[in-house]
């Protein structure tokens, strides 16, 4: 089952400008956390926010949370052509270990 | 140095042969995950233990096992395989005990039926 999704489904911009993508989900939160995937490999863990915090930083990205809307934002600064990945967000449901992960946003930074 | 490491990257098996796929892990971390993902789609949880404790996702199919001998290892069987289960298959581990801990994934397995 899927936690949530993500919009958008792709995004292209050009190297140096901002990408932004947002993530929303369904249920009551822990925290949450983004990854980024390349073509064809595994992911890689970016940044976690917890369920009591509102933005987070690290680096080029940017995070923040609300969760009154249940939903989330991941600002890439200054993009790369390097920072072309998918990009996922990911969710502890509720009291488990499950790891539910968003439909992913595809970037396209073009050089 | 890998940190999660899943053998073989590619696995070409043939349609109704069984095949497994195998996940280790140098982090000694009590949770394991094993998701399907297939092309431009998010990772699809299939299962995840605590420790031994095995947890099956309700959709999960029946062809689908899974094994935890140690720690350190975890195997997915695909008992029979079907065109519709080609897709990367992804390892996962992450701390148990801890609310706010982040997952490592290992390269994955992208398994071929022909």
């Known amino acids: 089952s899927q936690q949530g999704e993500e919009d958008p489904q792709a995004l292209s911009i050009q190297e140096g400008e901002n990408a932004t993508m947002n993530c929303s989900y369904k249920t009551s939160i822990n925290n949450l956390q983004w990854y980024r995937q390349n073509s064809g490999r595994g992911l890689v863990h970016l940044i976690l926010?917890?369920?009591?915090?509102r933005e987070k930083h690290s680096g080029r990205l940017r995070v923040t949370l609300d969760t009154s809307k249940k939903s989330s934002s991941l600002l890439i600064t200054a993009s790369r052509a390097a920072d072309t990945a998918s990009y996922f967000c990911?969710?502890?449901?509720?009291?488990?270990?499950?790891?539910?992960f968003g439909s992913g946003t595809r970037l396209l930074v073009r050089p | 140095d890998a940190m999660v490491i899943q053998n073989p990257r590619y696995q070409v098996t043939q349609f109704g042969k069984p095949v497994t796929l195998s996940c280790s892990q140098t982090?000694?971390?009590?949770?394991m995950y094993w998701y399907q993902q297939k092309s431009s789609q998010a990772p699809k949880l299939l299962f995840h233990?605590?420790?031994?404790?095995?947890?099956n996702e309700a959709d999960t199919p029946d062809n689908f096992q899974s094994r935890r001998p140690n720690t350190s290892f975890c195997f997915l069987d695909i008992r029979s395989p079907g065109l519709g289960d080609a897709a990367m298959y992804l390892c996962?581990?992450?701390?148990?005990?801890?609310?706010?801990?982040?997952?490592?994934f290992g390269q994955g397995t992208r398994l071929t039926v022909v």
């Open positions: 996962a581990t992450r701390v148990g005990g801890g609310l706010n801990t982040e997952a490592f």
């Open positions: 233990y605590y420790d031994k404790d095995f947890n």
């Open positions: 982090l000694n971390h009590n949770v």
């Open positions: 926010i917890r369920s009591n915090e």
């Open positions: 990911a969710t502890r449901v509720d009291s488990s270990y499950k790891l539910i």
